[in-house]
């Protein structure tokens, strides 16, 4: 059975960080990209960046690059979101996927909260 | 960046109908177009990727269509369960793109 659950979450003040991890199982992990989109409360999807299979290459939307970095550990078949500065607007349900031509795979989610 | 543009926001129909959503893109995104519903406190589950391939499982009344920049998604005749919000996903370029959103809510 595949698996990806997030963990992470939680309540920060604005300017903090905060590391989101993906634990998955059931598929082989290093052939997949892997991809984090967000949802803020009551508001639609948005894709934050995704990564290659190897981890050679990643990439992510403007609102939060050089503040948020995806990384992942193919021997641990874990993924992480590494976020620095946090902003109120970063306030989102936090998803990650496993993505081929599309994304089959979904995680639960992990809500992170910045307020102050 | 590539917009991509839901109409309409919201589709209000009855089971048993046919429900046709659309996704509009800014620019050409070849077949790079992926459906996905989503329903209150679940994860997005992939529909159709690449335009017209339905995912793993998907029952055959959901299909899709298109190419460039016009794309389909059709629900041939509407189950209860069929009740969610749509999106479109292009992965044709960086930044991969959601549309807004689609609301398909019982008439």
């Known amino acids: 059975e595949v698996q990806l659950v997030e963990s992470g979450g939680g309540l920060v003040q604005p300017g903090e960080s905060l590391k989101l991890s993906c634990a998955t199982s059931?598929?082989?992990?290093?052939?997949?990209?892997m991809t984090w989109v967000r949802q803020a409360p009551g508001k639609g999807l948005e894709w934050v960046g995704n990564?290659?299979?190897?981890?050679?290459?990643?990439y992510h939307v403007d609102s939060v690059k050089g503040r948020f970095t995806i990384s992942r550990d193919n021997a641990k078949n874990s993924l992480y979101l590494e976020m620095n500065s946090l902003r109120v607007e970063d306030t989102a349900v936090y998803y990650c996927?496993?993505?081929?031509?599309?994304?089959?795979?979904w995680g639960q989610g992990t809500l992170v909260t910045v307020s102050s | 960046e590539i917009v991509l543009t839901q109409s309409p926001a919201t589709l209000s129909l009855s089971p048993g109908e046919r429900a046709t959503l659309s996704c509009r893109a800014s620019?050409?995104?070849?077949?790079?177009l992926a459906w996905y519903q989503q329903k209150p406190g679940q994860a997005p589950r992939l529909l159709i990727y690449?335009?017209?391939n339905r995912a793993t499982g998907i029952p055959a009344r959901f299909s899709g269509s298109g190419s460039g920049t016009d794309f389909t998604l059709t629900i041939s005749s509407l189950e209860p369960e069929d009740f969610a919000v749509y999106y479109c996903?292009?992965?044709?370029?960086?930044?991969?793109?959601f549309g807004q959103g689609t609301k398909l809510e019982i008439k």
């Open positions: 990564i290659k299979p190897d981890g050679s290459d990643k």
């Open positions: 996903l292009h992965r044709s370029n960086w930044p991969n793109t």
């Open positions: 996927a496993s993505c081929k031509e599309g994304c089959d795979y």
């Open positions: 059931g598929f082989t992990f290093s052939t997949y990209w």
């Open positions: 620019q050409s995104v070849s077949s790079y």
């Open positions: 690449d335009a017209s």
